[in-house]
């Protein structure tokens, strides 16, 4: 069996997924106080490495950790705060975890503390283009590298985007990042793409890009989706954040039937289960 990316790095751990066979489930794990959807909900530390374990315990493959809010018109935190807000979680999650964890960073220097730690993913945003270290850091540390799509920042992202071609731009755009983060010398077997659902996106474009994601196979690097409980869905169906689940699972569905092989995801358990129902009645 080919090594996996998602091979942890903890001393004794012998979880090895294959994300070519099965789809794996990211756990969101924002410690955060502003997040869209969980803010402040596991803002302390002895919260947030119970529910870490908990998603373990439900089925989660992927714990991804993240330290600054990535919403519509969330403001930059430091490296300084970010390290403060998630170090002591991940030093305590590499020696109690069995699966692999994931840090949701666009800083050279939080990744290489947390990859330190015992991290194996950055989840990066800006897909290497707002910090010119933190492609050298993931190709030193051999780490997997998620690279997204954004159009803008976070800030300014859902200020009216547009697009000529929403799919094909989106794909030159994550040749071009794949392209650098091997120039950076990440191994390509450890990039993974993501179309960016909700990052300088409207309803539309979301729903677009969902229908047509097997577009992005192309690329030859696993596809990783996050629909979670976005507004697309709230959008579409009227409803609160509180009562987005439902929506998420038929996003989910229809991620797994064109290409996804990885879904990051506030809801674990349910989203699991999806899963492999899903993947029984495709295979």
């Given at each position: 069996?080919?090594?996996?990316?998602?091979?942890?790095?903890?001393?004794?751990?012998?979880?090895?997924?294959?994300?070519?066979?099965h789809v794996q489930i990211m756990g969101i794990l924002n410690v955060t106080p502003d997040?869209?959807?969980?803010?402040?909900?596991?803002?302390?530390?002895?919260?947030?490495?119970?529910?870490?374990?908990?998603?373990?315990?439900?089925?989660?493959?992927?714990?991804?950790?993240?330290?600054?809010?990535?919403?519509?018109?969330?403001?930059?935190?430091?490296?300084?705060?970010?390290?403060?807000?998630?170090?002591?979680?991940?030093?305590?999650?590499?020696?109690?975890?069995?699966?692999?964890?994931?840090?949701?960073?666009?800083?050279?220097?939080?990744?290489?503390?947390?990859?330190?730690?015992?991290?194996?993913?950055i989840n990066d945003i800006s897909a290497l283009r707002k910090d010119p270290k933190l492609?050298?850091?993931?190709?030193?540390?051999?780490?997997?590298?998620?690279?997204?799509?954004?159009?803008?920042?976070?800030?300014?992202?859902?200020?009216?985007?547009?697009?000529?071609?929403?799919?094909?731009?989106?794909?030159?755009?994550?040749?071009?990042?794949?392209?650098?983060?091997?120039?950076?010398?990440?191994?390509?077997?450890?990039?993974?793409?993501?179309?960016?659902?909700?990052?300088?996106?409207?309803?539309?474009?979301?729903?677009?890009?969902?229908?047509?994601?097997?577009?992005?196979?192309?690329?030859?690097?696993?596809?990783?989706?996050?629909?979670?409980?976005?507004?697309?869905?709230?959008?579409?169906?009227?409803?609160?954040?509180?009562?987005?689940?439902?929506?998420?699972?038929?996003?989910?569905?229809?991620?797994?039937?064109?290409?996804?092989?990885?879904?990051?995801?506030?809801?674990?358990?349910?989203?699991?289960?999806?899963?492999?129902?899903?993947?029984?009645?495709?295979?």
């Open positions: 069996m080919k090594t996996s990316i998602l091979s942890p790095r903890v001393k004794g751990a012998d979880y090895k997924p294959d994300i070519l066979k997040s869209f959807s969980d803010a402040g909900v596991y803002f302390s530390k002895d919260v947030a490495i119970e529910h870490a374990l908990a998603m373990e315990n439900e089925g989660a493959d992927i714990i991804d950790i993240g330290a600054e809010s990535t919403r519509p018109g969330a403001d930059m935190v430091s490296d300084a705060e970010q390290l403060r807000r998630i170090e002591d979680i991940v030093k305590t999650l590499a020696k109690k975890l069995k699966i692999p964890i994931s840090i949701d960073t666009s800083s050279s220097e939080v990744a290489k503390r947390c990859l330190d730690l015992g991290a194996s993913i492609g050298p850091v993931i190709a030193k540390y051999n780490a997997g590298a998620v690279l997204m799509h954004m159009k803008g920042t976070p800030r300014t992202m859902q200020q009216n985007p547009q697009y000529d071609d929403l799919i094909l731009e989106i794909i030159d755009f994550l040749r071009k990042a794949k392209a650098k983060a091997i120039s950076c010398g990440i191994k390509e077997d450890n990039i993974i793409i993501d179309p960016g659902i909700g990052f300088g996106k409207t309803t539309e474009h979301n729903l677009s890009i969902l229908k047509f994601l097997s577009s992005f196979k192309i690329l030859g690097s696993p596809i990783l989706i996050g629909t979670s409980r976005k507004s697309f869905i709230g959008d579409v169906l009227g409803l609160p954040i509180s009562e987005r689940a439902f929506g998420t699972a038929a996003s989910c569905v229809i991620a797994i039937l064109n290409g996804a092989k990885i879904l990051r995801v506030h809801d674990v358990k349910q989203i699991k289960q999806v899963t492999a129902l899903t993947e029984a009645i495709n295979n």
